[in-house]
């Protein structure tokens, strides 16, 4: 069968976007296969999520989001907003301001301008407290732990996946091998993502971000979230700022009245395309 699919990108973080109402009705039951085959680099359309939009009704628009192994999964930063950017292109939603709702949980997002999209993250949460994490000049964040003979530093954050973020200086030194050094620690839940973060300015950060386990460098705007929060919390930067991640710039706020985290970023359209889906095989 033949889906009409649209790529899309934020900051390098791509998104097949499939239109869930021109879907065939024999694929939507297939939804994690299809998500399998076309997010497959090598034999697929390639990405990081499948987005399937639903009907839009007024300011709520519904989706489903599936990751490469064709589960379902939270919708990140980066497909929320390319979700949000084509639907508000293809008058599925009719105003610039609505909700996504994924599985349930509802995204806020808001159209800025013709390329930029802004995403309420929620609030950040301690990995070791499972409670929300707040500014506070009482309490110290960071954590420390031996590496190889070395003391590490680090401060842990969750914003729907852990990330332990360390400072440094600059990127001259082999990221992705110490990044597979500090993942290896006892101290971190499974799948925990490692980030470098250089603080240029306090409205001004870089970031390199390891994820495991497939031992990659990713464009994530989570883990750009978890960076603002904890150079607040460490008293190295503004609840505004920059964060520079290789596939471009994000904007970043951390707002004092209801603790959410809000992303501005791009949402650009890359190609269309029909994808040839083999129908499954009867058993």
């Not at 993942?183 to 994820?211: H, K, M, N, Y």
Request: net charge negative; charged share 25%.
């Amino acid at each position: 069968m033949e889906i009409d699919f649209l790529k899309m990108q934020g900051c390098g973080d791509d998104v097949v976007v499939v239109d869930g109402t021109r879907l065939p009705e024999e694929a939507t039951p297939q939804l994690p296969r299809l998500a399998q085959r076309m997010l497959d680099r090598r034999t697929g359309v390639g990405g990081n999520s499948l987005v399937v939009l639903g009907a839009g009704a007024g300011s709520l628009l519904p989706l489903r989001c599936l990751d490469p192994e064709g589960d379902e999964r939270d919708i990140p930063c980066a497909a929320a907003r390319c979700a949000a950017r084509y639907a508000t292109d293809s008058g599925a939603v009719n105003t610039n301001d609505f909700l996504l709702d994924s599985d349930g949980r509802k995204v806020r997002a808001q159209i800025i301008d013709s390329a930029n999209v802004r995403v309420d993250m929620g609030s950040p949460v301690s990995i070791e407290k499972a409670a929300e994490i707040r500014e506070s000049l009482r309490e110290s964040f960071s954590r420390s732990l031996l590496v190889n003979g070395r003391t590490v530093t680090y401060t842990p954050i969750s914003l729907g996946h852990s990330y332990a973020m360390v400072f440094v200086p600059d990127f001259s030194f082999p990221v992705r091998r110490t990044a597979r050094e500090i993942a290896g620690a006892e101290d971190f839940p499974d799948g925990t993502g490692i980030a470098f973060v250089q603080v240029c300015s306090r409205e001004d950060i870089r970031l390199r971000t390891w994820e495991a386990p497939g031992e990659i460098d990713t464009d994530d705007c989570a883990s750009a979230a978890a960076a603002l929060v904890a150079s607040v919390v460490n008293g190295l930067a503004d609840r505004e700022l920059v964060a520079r991640i290789p596939g471009g710039d994000l904007f970043l706020q951390w707002d004092e009245t209801d603790n959410h985290i809000w992303v501005t970023g791009p949402a650009a359209y890359v190609f269309t395309g029909t994808y040839d889906f083999p129908a499954e095989k009867a058993e």
